[in-house]
């Protein structure tokens, strides 16, 4: 089984309001992963968790803020985001960091719209 | 700044020939290279993983590296209509302190298969 889920599937907020992303796997992998996915781009690392620790920090902006309770669990807490940050977000997990357990699994995105 | 570069076709391929798809990535300490596949509007779905030079093949694909070159391709053999997809070349190297690192995308190739 290498189902990464995420809720919600669609989510649109206005610029003020206060939402949160989910990610779940029970895969027992220790390291998730949130990206970023403009249309027709590729999709863009946000964040690393290793080991429930936040190891990567790709210079995003504040009003992103990742949390991870457990090794199953990831979440996305956004605050007053702009119209720009309209995207696909993108969950992943791999069993590990290291070379050759690092494949890494993508859940089915979240699609958010700023208005 | 790591660099992984694709061209972004549209690659058209006759159903039942052999599409050959390709990547270049800048970073010499690159360890790990993944291919996914991303149909419109989905998450990315692993095709395949190499991390060594030479070929690896499962099923209808085939991964090549070469890290001399710094190249990576996928050959996708008795192409099918479903084949038809944008296909994301992804490049992991070692992260900081040798931990955990995101994936660092090519731009992808659309790819069509033509009944």
């Known amino acids: 089984d290498t189902e990464v889920t995420q809720t919600p599937k669609h989510l649109v907020m206005g610029m003020t309001n206060k939402k949160s992303l989910k990610c779940e796997q029970h895969m027992g992998h220790r390291a998730m992963y949130w990206y970023k996915q403009k249309a027709k781009k590729p999709p863009e690392l946000m964040f690393v968790?290793?080991?429930?620790?936040?190891?990567i920090n790709e210079s995003v902006p504040s009003r992103f803020s990742p949390e991870c309770p457990n090794s199953s669990l990831l979440n996305l807490h956004l605050h007053a985001l702009q119209p720009e940050d309209s995207a696909l977000y993108l969950c992943?997990?791999?069993?590990?960091?290291?070379?050759?357990?690092?494949?890494?699994?993508f859940g089915p995105g979240t699609r958010l719209t700023v208005l | 700044q790591k660099e992984v570069e694709q061209n972004s076709g549209p690659l058209s391929v006759p159903e039942g020939a052999i599409a050959s798809l390709n990547c270049t990535y800048s970073d010499r300490g690159s360890q790990s290279f993944f291919w996914y596949r991303q149909y419109s509007g989905k998450s990315p779905e692993l095709i395949m993983s190499i991390y060594s030079n030479g070929d690896k093949e499962d099923g209808r694909f085939t991964a090549q590296l070469n890290k001399a070159s710094q190249y990576v391709s996928l050959l996708i053999r008795d192409s099918q209509p479903s084949d038809s997809a944008t296909y994301l070349c992804?490049?992991?190297?070692?992260?900081?302190?040798?931990?955990?690192?995101?994936?660092?995308f090519g731009k992808g190739t659309h790819l069509i298969i033509q009944p």
């Open positions: 992943a997990s791999s069993p590990s960091a290291g070379r050759g357990t690092d494949t890494q699994y």
């Open positions: 992804a490049v992991k190297g070692l992260g900081s302190g040798g931990g955990a690192d995101g994936l660092t």
């Open positions: 968790y290793s080991y429930e620790k936040l190891s």
